[in-house]
């Protein structure tokens, strides 16, 4: 499958959101996000993942993107002169869950883990979408870690059912995968608090990331804004939804979508977040 047609499957946000980014980059941004799936799919699918995915942390660290199986990857490393040690802790990262699966203790691994999967596709993103990597690494970071808390906070049933818990033991009073998916009445309500904190940090990440796009070109500025308006959309949805996790998925109406990009592209201060004094 090309880059555009895995962006287009998987990546609903992201694809809405590319349209508007200059056609190189959209096409440099397709290839990046497909190398990440295709790491993510092998962590959470393959009963051998963690193995094939040490493979590719051999190669990226010591410059051999083309054993990357995706199209165009090699070709985008060596005219971008990508780093790749972002992409290496990513690897890194998804073959650890591929291997031990995932029970988060504290507020502080929460966030290592959401750098390690998301902020490093920020950094990645950062001179794809022509912002000086430098200055707005900061930004790019804590708009991957917002997006990451967002999918956390959205996807509890579906991963405690994966044995997974990604809210910290230390909010859910140490409850474990099986007793949150159980859950019912009461035992409910601490779960839900701890997806209501965990959608607030996200909004102070997204107020961080907001002081950076000003360092994006204009016409991919807008795509990120859309991109962020968009995920950050999901979060306040749960949250205004009062955090029934036990009812599945939160998903935003195609209507939905369409006024929160339009939002996003006409008036790009409204509702912004604000950071916690």
Same mark, same amino acid.
């Given at each position: 499958?090309?880059?555009?047609?895995?962006?287009?499957?998987?990546?609903?946000s992201?694809?809405?959101?590319?349209?508007?980014?200059?056609?190189?980059d959209?096409?440099d941004?397709?290839?990046?996000?497909?190398?990440?799936?295709?790491?993510?799919?092998?962590?959470?699918?393959?009963?051998?993942?963690?193995?094939?995915?040490?493979?590719?942390?051999?190669?990226?660290?010591?410059?051999?993107?083309g054993?990357?199986?995706?199209?165009?990857?090699?070709?985008?490393?060596?005219?971008?002169?990508?780093?790749?040690?972002?992409?290496?802790?990513?690897?890194?990262?998804?073959?650890?869950?591929?291997?031990?699966?995932?029970?988060?203790?504290?507020?502080?691994?929460?966030?290592?883990?959401?750098?390690?999967?998301?902020?490093?596709?920020?950094?990645?993103?950062?001179?794809?979408?022509?912002?000086?990597?430098?200055?707005?690494?900061?930004?790019?970071?804590?708009?991957?870690?917002?997006?990451?808390?967002?999918?956390?906070?959205?996807?509890?049933?579906?991963?405690?059912?994966?044995?997974?818990?990604?809210?910290?033991?230390?909010?859910?009073?140490?409850?474990?995968?099986?007793?949150?998916?159980?859950?019912?009445?009461?035992?409910?309500?601490?779960?839900?608090?701890?997806?209501?904190?965990?959608?607030?940090?996200?909004?102070?990440?997204?107020?961080?990331a907001?002081? @950076?796009? &000003?360092?994006?070109?204009? !016409?991919?500025? /807008?795509?990120? $804004?859309?991109?962020? #308006? =968009?995920?950050?959309?999901?979060?306040?949805?749960?949250?205004a939804? @009062?955090? &029934?996790?036990?009812?599945? !998925?939160?998903? /935003?109406?195609? $209507?939905?979508?369409? #006024? =929160?990009?339009?939002?996003?592209?006409?008036?790009?201060?409204?509702?912004?977040?604000?950071?916690?004094?």
């Amino acid at each position: 499958m090309k880059p555009r047609e895995v962006l287009a499957r998987h990546g609903s946000s992201f694809h809405l959101a590319s349209r508007l980014l200059r056609r190189g980059d959209a096409d440099d941004v397709a290839t990046l996000y497909a190398v990440c799936r295709l790491i993510d799919d092998i962590a959470d699918e393959s009963a051998g993942g963690a193995g094939r995915i040490d493979g590719f942390v051999d190669a990226l660290a010591h410059g051999r993107a083309g054993e990357v199986p995706v199209d165009g990857f090699e070709a985008l490393v060596e005219r971008r002169q990508m780093a790749l040690e972002p992409l290496v802790t990513l690897a890194r990262t998804a073959a650890k869950e591929a291997r031990e699966g995932r029970l988060i203790e504290t507020e502080a691994e929460l966030i290592d883990y959401c750098y390690g999967v998301a902020g490093t596709v920020g950094e990645l993103m950062c001179p794809l979408l022509g912002a000086d990597p430098a200055r707005g690494r900061e930004a790019a970071v804590a708009l991957g870690i917002g997006m990451q808390l967002t999918n956390i906070a959205r996807d509890v049933l579906e991963d405690a059912q994966r044995g997974r818990r990604y809210l910290p033991a230390e909010w859910v009073e140490g409850r474990g995968p099986a007793r949150i998916s159980a859950a019912h009445g009461p035992d409910r309500a601490p779960i839900q608090n701890a997806i209501a904190r965990v959608i607030e940090r996200a909004e102070q990440e997204y107020a961080h990331a907001e002081s @950076g796009f &000003r360092l994006i070109p204009w !016409r991919n500025r /807008l795509a990120i $804004r859309v991109a962020a #308006r =968009l995920y950050r959309g999901i979060g306040l949805q749960v949250r205004a939804n @009062g955090c &029934r996790y036990w009812q599945g !998925r939160t998903m /935003l109406s195609h $209507r939905r979508r369409r #006024r =929160l990009a339009l939002q996003a592209l006409l008036r790009p201060a409204v509702d912004a977040p604000h950071p916690s004094p």
